[in-house]
């Protein structure tokens, strides 16, 4: 059994959602897939295939483990723990779970979330007790706060139930309608810019220092509010770059970023940093018109480019 799952992009909204201000996320078709099969013997095997480790422990092991004493695999085993602690078997049978992944890892995307979601989806579907979107995001959130000590619902609702989400005080509501119709007939380009310097806690932690910040988490919010209502390519862009300037004042871009949304605007209808900043992607919204000197241009910058479109 094969469970693919999608990663996510922020369109607006990035930090200023810590403060109980909106952000709108939408999942995307960069995937990881989570292959699961049956073992004769009562082991559990898994196997980052990306990575080229592998890791194999006793099944009865695995309710008392501490994940994170296991780097590359706390999200994989925290996940598989927490699963089969939710669905309470005594599991009988083991498993060898194979996971490759098309996302770009630790720059915002989601990409230990999409793994997250997608191990609870196999192994709950693996015995039998297929659990709905509510207790899969919820299980996802928990193992993402075991995990990292604190966690946004952000990732792990936006992967579990796709389309696009509004955020807010750590609830969501999924758009549906006009908005929705508009974004599924965008093309989008993921850029990976450069590493990230700085974890995501530490980002959070230099933005709080800044004093207008929620001078700038509202315009942030006003470009929200006509973002959602605009169903022109050309408009949503700028409104894209607009936001990007804004997370600029909050000191969370770097030249390298700047460059790449510079080349997004000239050549598409508009771009922006995705995520916590410091590093990591760029989203630009893709004018097909352009896109041939869009690829020429950021190809010049040394940069990964994956072609995404929302997932439903």
Do not use: W
Request: charged share 30%.
């Amino acid at each position: 059994m094969v469970v693919e799952t999608p990663s996510k992009v922020i369109l607006f909204g990035e930090h200023a959602v810590v403060y109980g201000y909106r952000a709108i996320s939408m999942a995307i078709d960069l995937t990881s897939s989570i292959k699961i099969k049956k073992l004769d013997k009562n082991e559990v095997i898994l196997n980052l295939n990306d990575l080229n480790k592998s890791l194999k422990l006793n099944l009865n092991e695995i309710k008392n483990i501490n994940p994170n004493n296991f780097g590359d695999f706390k999200y994989c085993l925290c996940a598989i723990k927490n699963t089969i602690d939710y669905i309470n078997i005594e599991p009988k049978s083991g498993f060898e779970i194979n996971i490759t992944s098309k996302i770009p890892v630790s720059c915002g995307l989601g990409s230990s979330a999409s793994i997250t979601i997608g191990t609870i989806r196999a192994v709950s579907k693996f015995y039998n007790k297929e659990l709905k979107d509510d207790e899969i995001a919820k299980l996802g959130y928990m193992v993402e706060k075991e995990i990292q000590g604190k966690a946004s619902i952000t990732d792990t609702s936006t992967i579990t139930y796709r389309g696009i989400l509004e955020i807010k005080n750590n609830k969501f509501k999924k758009i549906k309608g006009e908005f929705k119709d508009f974004l599924k007939n965008c093309k989008f380009l993921i850029v990976y810019v450069e590493k990230r310097k700085k974890k995501t806690a530490e980002l959070v932690n230099e933005v709080a220092k800044i004093e207008n910040k929620d001078e700038i988490f509202k315009e942030i919010d006003n470009i929200i509010e006509n973002a959602i209502k605009t169903y022109n390519k050309d408009d949503f862009g700028k409104l894209m770059t607009k936001n990007h300037y804004l997370l600029k004042k909050l000191n969370i871009s770097t030249p390298k970023i700047d460059k790449v949304v510079e080349i997004g605007n000239k050549y598409g209808f508009g771009a922006k940093l995705t995520g916590a900043g410091g590093g990591g992607c760029v989203i630009i919204l893709v004018d097909e018109e352009k896109e041939k000197e869009l690829l020429k241009e950021l190809n010049k910058e040394n940069v990964k480019i994956f072609k995404c479109k929302m997932l439903n």
